[in-house]
């Protein structure tokens, strides 16, 4: 009964618009002595490739039996264009806390100076 199923393939946009990928049929052989025992197979999908920033979303592998239909809790996938560039902000952070102690510290040291005068 369960040897003969469905696997999709699909993606679900920003505007929750759901666009089938892939889907095909599989036929599964049960070996001799391997009858009413759970069994896992693992199917793998590229999605090759994303043409463009609308590619982003949430993408998900369904299976379906005859009568049950199992999903997958699916992957974000963030697309971005060609030449984008991660800015990273530690740098700046550091220069700045790094400033920011400078003159705290200076500033301390001319208070305790003054008051001793």
Request: with cysteine.
């Amino acid at each position: 009964k369960y040897t003969k199923f469905s696997i999709c393939y699909y993606w679900i946009n920003s505007l929750d618009q759901k666009t089938s990928i892939y889907s095909r049929l599989e036929n599964v052989a049960i070996p001799s002595g391997e009858e009413n025992k759970t069994a896992a197979l693992s199917y793998d999908y590229r999605i090759m490739p994303l043409q463009n920033t609308s590619s982003t979303g949430m993408y998900y592998c369904m299976v379906k039996w005859n009568d049950i239909q199992k999903m997958g809790k699916g992957v974000f996938v963030l697309v971005r264009d060609t030449g984008y560039i991660n800015t990273s902000y530690g740098w700046e952070i550091l220069v700045t806390l790094t400033v920011l102690l400078a003159v705290l510290s200076i500033t301390a040291t001319a208070l305790l100076l003054w008051k001793r005068k």
